[in-house]
């Protein structure tokens, strides 16, 4: 089967529970309720959001856009 791409922003950038079991609840419903959507994260931090989530992780587009922000 053919699955098409769903893209999701955000990933897991830190150690917050909540925003990790919302993720893996829509990974879930994903999975059961839409088996020919692949989730693809777009998150600032790919390596750890495949890791911890055991989904696919592509860098964000809009991580750029927040590093004037981000510099201390």
């Known amino acids: 089967m053919q699955r098409n791409t769903i893209l999701i922003f955000g990933g897991a950038t830190h150690e917050n529970r909540g925003d990790r079991a919302m993720h893996a609840g829509l990974i879930?419903?994903?999975?059961e309720s839409?088996?020919?959507?692949?989730?693809?994260?777009l998150a600032s931090n790919p390596e750890l959001t495949s890791a911890v989530l055991g989904v696919r992780?592509?860098?964000s587009?809009?991580?750029?856009?927040?590093?004037?922000w981000n510099k201390q």
Do not use: C, K, N
């Not at 839409?34 to 994260?41: A, G, I, K, S, T």
């Open 57 to 59: 992780s592509e860098h």
């Open 61 to 68: 587009p809009d991580a750029r856009l927040a590093q004037p």
């Open 34 to 41: 839409r088996p020919d959507l692949e989730p693809v994260f």
């Open 28 to 31: 879930q419903w994903l999975a």
